[in-house]
């Protein structure tokens, strides 16, 4: 494939995964950083356009590993960051927000490890089914569905104690999507 038809695949696959590449970073971060997230993802998958994947549903989930691993970097350098400056400051550390929209559902997902949040988000919030799932965190579809199903576990005496229901009918967290 020589460079014109590359940069022509390029511009298609970036105009239809954009939304949900967006959107998934949305979610993690605030909005300044999640927009830096987005064009570094889309600057790592321009220098490496020709390892993309063809198939383009392939690809999101190659873009959305991308993001993820982005908003890794983001977060350990704010953590960084914050840790040197309350070293300075001699301050304690505030809690980690989470925005739900939903005050309490965010005090139970604070309560939960970061991995835990992080399939739950997957799963409720990115809308990917278990096998998405697998293929962006590298694990099997089996994992995957252990991992929700422990998260699950583990949130359920959160939500009960502040009287959420974790089920609506249909197998997705009540109060979660946006």
């Known amino acids: 494939m020589d460079s014109d038809e590359l940069a022509d695949r390029f511009d298609r ?30 600057a790592v998958a321009w220098r490496r356009r020709r390892q993309l994947p063809d198939d383009e549903h392939q690809a999101l989930l190659w873009l959305l590993g991308a993001a993820r691993n982005v908003l890794a970097n983001q977060a350990r350098s ?16 505030p809690a980690p927000a ?10 139970a997902l604070a309560e939960l490890s970061e991995a835990d949040r992080e399939v739950l988000r997957l799963a409720y919030w990115d ?5 998405d799932i697998a293929s962006l965190l590298g694990v099997s579809a089996g994992a995957v569905a252990t991992r929700l199903h422990r998260a699950r576990q583990r949130l359920r005496p959160q939500l009960a104690t502040l009287d959420i229901p974790l089920n609506d009918g249909e197998g997705k967290l009540a109060h979660a999507r946006r």
């Open 13 to 42: 696959l970036a105009r239809s995964t954009l939304r949900r590449v967006t959107a998934y970073c949305l979610r993690r971060t605030d909005e300044t950083s999640a927009h830096d997230a987005v064009s570094e993802v889309y």
């Open 98 to 107: 989470f925005d739900t929209g939903v005050p309490d559902l965010d005090a």
């Open 127 to 131: 809308d990917l089914s278990h096998g």
């Open 78 to 93: 704010q953590r960084r960051w914050q840790r040197l400056l309350y070293r300075v400051a001699e301050q304690p550390r």
